[in-house]
């Protein structure tokens, strides 16, 4: 739900036990138009033991220029999201649907960070997506990650075009200190993209070093190597179908 941009809001709004975020944010400029998004969002709404459910809602629209008319429709992106704690992590289901600009969006790997404006190529598209991931801990050395999607698309481009696509990612992590730790990861995809048949593996395996011992600590520094392979395109030219790839990665956030 990354809607970020240039804006105002209030979040945490008690309504009870329940908090309602609002947002007003523009979101780009043309020759035409101004976009802006409305975001609005309702957390902490109990479900069972130890779950909540959160609601949020983007609407995308453009306010047209003297003299000028904005082709593209304005979209909606819907989600819902189900979290779960558990005595040794977590876990998250998450369901979106998107019309318009972010119905392309939804029915791929799109976040909802950027919207089709300036073209009616997208005004027909509706995406669906349920999302489940999480993290365990396995014993006092262990975590592991995983997460699997299911994306569904209609009408994508010029009103036709049809995608259908599932992907499954598990990421085991051994922690030999507070610092040093070793990473798997096995992912897999397969589906169909308006008539183009897809399907993948990546199988990777990455020495890191983190500051602290948690999933989630950051900066870490990867030194990795990753076999992929693209069993239904092009992607690697004259190597085939796959490709073994080495290198260094820092990821850091704040």
């Known amino acids: 739900m990354n809607t970020s941009g240039t804006g105002g809001g209030i979040e945490n709004i008690s309504l009870g036990d329940q908090k309602l975020s609002l947002a007003f944010v523009q979101d780009g400029e043309n020759d035409q138009s101004s976009g802006y998004i409305f975001d609005a969002r309702l957390a902490n709404i109990d479900l069972w033991e130890d779950a909540s459910l959160e609601l949020a809602t983007a609407y995308n629209f453009a306010t047209e220029k003297d003299d000028q008319t904005e082709a593209a429709d304005d979209g909606i992106m ?4 189900v979290h779960q704690n558990m005595d ?4 998250q289901t998450i369901l979106q649907y998107g019309s318009a600009g972010y119905g392309d969006q939804i029915a791929g790997f799109g976040s909802g960070a950027w919207y089709n404006r300036g073209s009616d190529d997208k005004n027909d598209a509706q995406g669906y997506r349920i999302i489940n991931w999480g993290v365990m801990n396995i014993g006092s050395s262990m975590e592991l990650g995983h997460q699997l999607s299911y994306h569904k698309g209609s009408d994508l481009t010029d009103g036709e ?6 992907t499954a990612v598990v990421r085991p992590v051994y922690k030999w200190n507070d610092t040093m730790r070793t990473i798997g990861e096995v992912g897999f995809f397969d ?10 593996h990546k199988f990777t395996l990455a020495q890191a070093w983190a500051m602290g011992d948690s999933f989630w600590s950051r900066p870490e520094i990867r030194f990795y190597g990753t076999y992929i392979t693209d069993e239904e395109g092009d992607t690697f030219g004259d190597k085939g179908d796959s490709e073994f790839v080495t290198g260094v990665q820092l990821e850091a956030w704040w």
């Open 78 to 81: 819907l989600t819902g999201i």
């Open 88 to 91: 040794n992590g977590f876990n």
């Open 161 to 166: 075009g049809d995608s259908d696509v599932f």
């Open 191 to 200: 589906g169909e993209n308006q008539g183009t048949d897809q399907g993948g």
